[in-house]
């Protein structure tokens, strides 16, 4: 895998989009949107879905998988569109394995710049999070919070339910609206304060019509796909050898660890077109 590495370190390649399932496309879409004329590889690892309930050890050893396959593929900048991977595995990897792999490419996550987008909305300086348990129990929304602006609270609610109801197409049926309701009924009991809520789940954008219809009518939510975009193509004027790196003739391809079938399916839920991918293995590739 090394050799692979070494023999495509100087081209350039796609940007790489990184899920443990379908909610990054949600991200992908938005990147897209605002960052056209870049071209994209889109990797589920769906055969190991959910990352959410995993420990920080096998978060890590899958996130790190998939990095070095997007690096086999010849990408130098990756995003993890996944809040868990960014939560339980993104700075090890930073830390650790990019000097080692390669120190001229880049891995990068969701949660750092959703924070950032916090303090322009937030007048109470309370917010909340909602996501899956393993977002929820790392705590990086509160640290990175912590670290830019420690004036502001914040409070997190794990929402075990939500991401099976968008998988399982009920994200706009009437039994939703229970688990949205009793959710965030939670959270705003925790702390009645809260004036800005963000949505540290990628799966949860689809369920934001339920969502702002229990929100006291001042609250924001913040769906992190527009705010990764707008940091990512920040990224790119600041870093001009990155961008030099990144190709670009406006394609995406699809990448699944599952039934390339059953992902076009599913994909067609968050894209609303219609998705052919590639099944691809990454299980050997530490």
């Not at 960014?86 to 990068?108: C, F, G, M, W, Y």
Request: charged share 25%.
């Amino acid at each position: 895998m090394e050799a692979q590495i070494d023999r495509k370190s100087r081209d350039a390649g796609p940007i790489g989009i990184f899920d443990s399932g379908y909610g990054g496309l949600t991200v992908l879409s938005e990147i897209r949107a605002l960052l056209p004329e870049y071209d994209y590889i889109y990797l589920g690892d769906n055969a190991r879905a959910p990352y959410g309930n995993r420990s920080y050890e096998r978060v890590y050893q899958f996130t790190l998988q998939a990095v070095k396959w997007f690096f086999g593929q010849g990408c130098h900048l990756v995003i993890l569109a996944c809040n868990t991977a960014s939560a339980k595995a993104l700075r090890t990897i930073q830390q650790v394995n990019l000097p080692e792999l390669d120190p001229h490419r880049r891995v990068l996550g969701v949660i750092r710049p959703t924070v950032e987008s916090v303090a322009a909305l937030s007048e109470s300086g309370h917010i909340g999070v909602l996501g899956t348990e393993g977002t929820i129990r790392s705590g990086s929304y509160e640290l990175e919070v912590g670290k830019l602006y420690p004036h502001i609270t914040v409070t997190g609610e794990a929402c075990a339910m939500w991401v099976p109801l968008v998988e399982n197409r009920e994200y706009d049926k009437p039994g939703s609206d229970y688990f949205v309701k009793q959710h965030l009924e939670r959270l705003f009991k925790k702390d009645p304060l809260i004036d800005t809520i963000i949505l540290g789940c990628t799966h949860y954008p689809l369920l934001m019509h339920k969502i702002t219809r229990y929100l006291p009518k001042e609250a924001n939510v913040i769906s992190q796909g527009r705010y990764v975009a707008e940091r990512l193509r920040d990224y790119l004027q600041r870093r001009s050898e990155m961008d030099g790196r990144c190709t670009k003739e406006g394609s995406v391809r699809y990448f699944t660890t599952d039934s390339p079938e059953r992902f076009g399916q599913q994909a067609s839920i968050f894209l609303n077109e219609r998705v052919d991918a590639l099944q691809t293995d990454i299980e050997q590739k530490l």
